[in-house]
């Protein structure tokens, strides 16, 4: 038995040791030699990063979707957590050409044509939604998220915005969408409680919930395919940065595997209060 048992023991403290003296990550053949640093990931976000993009502005935490995003991107090119160093920018400073003090950075990023000539954009890891506020304390606030709930609020909305056609084509409320020359009218009207509803993309209706409009409220947010002409946010990197192909490999991944669908119910629907609406009822 002891003959038997001495090799084992003897490869199991050598494996130990293996594990012990190991690098802490290991990059992975594609974005090996590709970063800005050596063996590590620079990720930059704003200065200052708000929730739910990235909750308390610390997005070393892993803490909001951005966060969460970019950690779950450098994981599949390699880098563990403590292999990730962050950075601050501008929103305009970042989309400038030129070299950049980052591997990538997200900070809702549209993915544009007059920015594809100055900058790259990874595969799209995010595409955003419609969703809908109202205020608190009123009777709307009170209205669940279905589809034929919704339908017998009064909306308002920017003439020639997405919202307008959003509201014709998609959710065909009762009453007649009133029209507005601009979203700063639209937050004015139901504040004067000459609407019940509006509707933004998310970004713009978490913006405008918490900041525009005094007791915002979100009710939920459609599902994505009911989104004609929805925004794609993608990751910025310098032009013609060869850690390019090694990121949309990544992003692929993590779309595949619904990693990205969970974190966005996490960060984007459940912390924000914001449940999927459901069309069917």
Not at 115 to 127: G, K, N, P
Not at 204 to 222: C, D, H, R, T, Y
Request: proline share 5%.
């Amino acid at each position: 038995m002891k003959s038997r048992l001495l090799p084992l023991l003897i490869s199991a403290v050598a494996a130990a040791t293996l594990l012990a003296t190991a690098p802490a990550f290991a990059a992975n053949e594609c974005s090996a030699g590709k970063t800005l640093n050596s063996d590590r990931l620079t990720v930059a976000t704003g200065n200052p990063a708000y929730p739910p993009w990235v909750m308390n502005d610390a997005p070393e935490s892993g803490e909001g979707f951005e966060s969460a995003v970019a950690f779950a991107v450098a994981e599949r090119m390699g880098f563990d957590k403590s292999s990730v160093d962050w950075v601050r920018t501008s929103f305009d400073e970042a989309i400038q050409p030129g070299e950049k003090n980052f591997d990538f950075n997200l900070q809702q990023y549209s993915i544009k044509p007059e920015r594809l000539e100055v900058v790259d954009f990874s595969e799209v890891y995010y595409t955003t939604t419609m969703a809908v506020v109202v205020r608190e304390g009123t009777a709307a606030a009170d209205t669940a998220a279905t589809a034929s709930s919704l339908k017998k609020l009064k909306f308002g909305a920017a003439a020639g915005t997405s919202s307008q056609p959003f509201l014709e084509k998609v959710l065909q409320p009762e009453q007649a969408t009133l029209l507005y020359d601009d979203n700063a009218d639209v937050v004015a009207a139901i504040t004067a409680n000459q609407i019940d509803a509006i509707v933004f993309d998310l970004p713009s209706a978490l913006f405008v919930s918490a900041v525009q409009l005094e007791g915002g409220k979100l009710i939920g947010q459609f599902p994505v395919e009911n989104n004609e002409a929805p925004d794609n946010f993608g990751l910025l990197m310098a032009k013609g940065n060869p850690l390019k192909e090694c990121v949309d490999e990544a992003i692929k991944s993590l779309h595949e595997d619904g990693t990205f669908k969970d974190l966005e119910a996490t960060w984007l629907a459940d912390a924000t209060g914001a449940p999927v609406i459901d069309m069917d009822k």
